[in-house]
């Protein structure tokens, strides 16, 4: 069933250009657009995973503007948006808060812009996350993608949007919003 | 054919919370995730519409940035990507390229979140575009969405993506790549 659903966007650990590891940079609309995108899909929580302190600071101000600030009174739909948003410093804290939630670890979903063998179609997962009570967190990287050692530990590897087209390099906002578009599509 | 395709995104005119037309101010995201998503699906132009001269400067100093600056020779994707992007101050000047461009005035798309009478569903637009040989122009509003007198100047009224859904206030940004991706999806 679709409803207990639950994203993650990584920040870190990411791959940078040269293949070594690194937190990215987060930007408000990782939170707003990616908050609002969840929110519509009837997403159970949206998590944005960084190590880093400074990073979490920029978030927490943003968050307090729309949660507890004017923001939230200008606009009440971001407001209700945010109000699925976490932050986490590790992908670990994720699993475990959703463990704690439903009572079992979520099956882990991995995407990648990349082409890669033994990936799972959207119609595939789409059947398994209907067909199934389990809880799913979908994962999302940002900068040059994910590494092999998130990868492992996934239990589906996603097959990429539009591989076959000359260029596939859709913001991870984008990303985000099409794979829930095709999983979930107008079922509410 | 899906090979005439173009997509606007409107800062001006745009209804205001309280129904009053103004201009919105551009994020750099705007430019830069739209620019990506209509490349990933081939558009062939994206044009951002802006009546306002220091939006457009803001605009152009990002644009340099990526085609000329640093950033096109760390990202050379990112420069691509935005070698599709336009800027223009009024939709009829969007209007009046593509017909210099294709020979033909486009079939325009009014798009918005809000339920309306009368709306073709994506699979109907989609077969139309297909069976088609003319020009193609899907507009996108950006604020609290465009006002009556360009849905009365459009050919077609695409239906909301999850209106029957709880919450569906999803950022122009996402709206953009859902509905490029629910009309053309792998076709490349």
Redesign the interface.
């Known amino acids: 069933m679709f409803d207990k659903l639950y994203v993650a966007l990584i920040h870190y650990p990411i791959l940078k250009?040269d293949g070594s590891i690194v937190s990215t940079a987060v930007?408000n609309?990782d939170v707003?657009?990616i908050s609002?995108?969840c929110?519509?899909?009837?997403v159970k929580n949206y998590f944005l995973v960084t190590n880093l302190p400074a990073q979490r600071k920029i978030v927490e101000k943003v968050l307090d503007y729309w949660l507890n600030g004017y923001g939230g009174e200008?606009n009440p739909?971001?407001k209700?948006?945010l109000e699925i948003f976490k932050i986490k410093n590790y992908l670990e804290d994720v699993i475990e808060e959703i463990e704690k939630n439903e009572g079992e670890r979520p099956k882990i979903v991995f995407t990648s812009a990349k082409a890669r063998n033994n990936v799972v179609s959207f119609e595939e997962l789409k059947n398994q996350i209907k067909d199934s009570d389990h809880p799913f967190l979908i994962l999302f990287g940002t900068g040059w993608g994910m590494p092999e050692e998130i990868r492992e530990i996934s239990d589906y590897d996603l097959e990429p949007?539009?591989a076959?087209?000359?260029?596939?390099?859709?913001?991870v906002?984008?990303?985000?919003?099409?794979t829930l578009?095709?999983l979930i599509g107008?079922i509410?």
């Open positions: 250009k930007t609309f707003h657009d609002r995108t929110k519509t899909y009837n200008f739909n971001r209700e948006a949007i539009r076959n087209g000359e260029f596939n390099h859709l913001s906002r984008a990303a985000v919003a099409i578009d095709r107008e509410v």
